[in-house]
């Protein structure tokens, strides 16, 4: 990453964090949002990375893990993209904060360019921009500098998924057991548990509304309410219902906040992961809480 200007990499952001973070999420040990800096998601995805290769599961982005990972494959760590007239369709602009508000809103879409292309290559905003300083002035044709995540869909079918709410983590195992992916993942909390035990895939939504009820909760609105489908919406872009009535798989509006938050009992994982994942499982896929 000679070819980055030292500036990307001031206040504690690590190039060799970076490497660890877009090398990581190729081999589907998904760090979460990518953005150069340490912390518990990446930590975590190196240790299971590691456990799944042999290595001690130190969760330390060393010399020894960025080796390991780039015998994997010796693609670049960034990548040019040019801007195509599909990424300014939009609509684009503010959403209303509070579900209420939400609610009266046709779409719960992206609120920048800036946010839809930091989601496409599944980092943050910050980084986009410190990588492309002018991206708000951007236009269709305009090469930026973004980073090489993965770009095919997983190896296999996803028979059976492990929620490991002490690690914070979903596992995607193959019918054989090899592990397909693995997932940051916000499970439960202590007022809202997630379920305990097996369930299945009951049905998958590419493009999930929102809809909200009070009736046995203590938490929001005192009415029900309906929120529009979009990549901003509670659930995020996508819904994998589970077979326990009102818990699911799902994703989310803020992926900075993945593995960091509580949840209401569902299980949520960045918008990327949650779409990757759900186009791998199959009503009947067997899902497990640990």
């Known amino acids: 990453m000679a070819s980055l200007p030292d500036q990307v990499f001031s206040k504690k952001r690590s190039r060799d964090?970076?490497?660890a973070q877009v090398m990581l999420d190729r081999a589907r040990f998904s760090p979460g949002v990518i953005d150069g800096y340490g912390g518990g998601n990446t930590a975590r995805a190196v240790k299971a990375y590691q456990r799944e290769t042999g290595m001690a599961p130190t969760g330390h982005v060393d010399g020894a893990l960025l080796a390991a990972l780039r015998s994997d494959g010796a693609e670049p760590i960034v990548k040019r993209y040019a801007l195509t007239e599909a990424d300014f369709a939009g609509p684009f602009g503010d959403l209303p904060k509070g579900m209420e508000a939400l609610s009266e809103v046709e779409a719960t879409h992206y609120?920048?360019?800036?946010?839809?292309i930091a989601e496409k290559f599944h980092m943050s905003q910050e980084l986009l921009r410190a990588l492309n300083p002018s991206i708000d002035r951007a236009a269709p044709g305009d090469a930026i500098t973004v980073v090489a995540t993965r770009a095919v869909p997983i190896d296999g079918t996803v028979t059976r998924i492990e929620i490991d709410g002490?690690?914070?983590a979903l596992r995607a195992y193959a019918s054989d057991g090899r592990?397909?992916?693995a997932y940051p993942a916000t499970v439960g909390s202590g007022d809202f548990p997630s379920p305990n035990g097996k369930m299945e895939v009951r049905a998958i939504a590419a493009t999930p509304a929102y809809y909200f009820s009070p009736e046995g909760r203590n938490w929001g609105p005192d009415k029900r309410l309906t929120i529009a489908p979009g990549p901003n919406n509670p659930v995020?872009?996508?819904w994998i219902d589970l077979t326990k009535e009102g818990y699911g798989i799902h994703g989310t509006p803020d992926p900075r906040l993945i593995g960091k938050t509580s949840s209401h009992g569902c299980v949520r994982l960045t918008n990327w992961d949650a779409q990757e994942l759900a186009k791998a499982v199959e009503k009947g896929t067997t899902v497990e809480f640990l």
């Open 111 to 116: 609120e920048s360019v800036a946010e839809a």
């Open 17 to 19: 964090v970076l490497a």
């Open 236 to 238: 995020g872009s996508t």
């Open 166 to 168: 002490l690690a914070a």
């Open 179 to 181: 592990l397909l992916a």
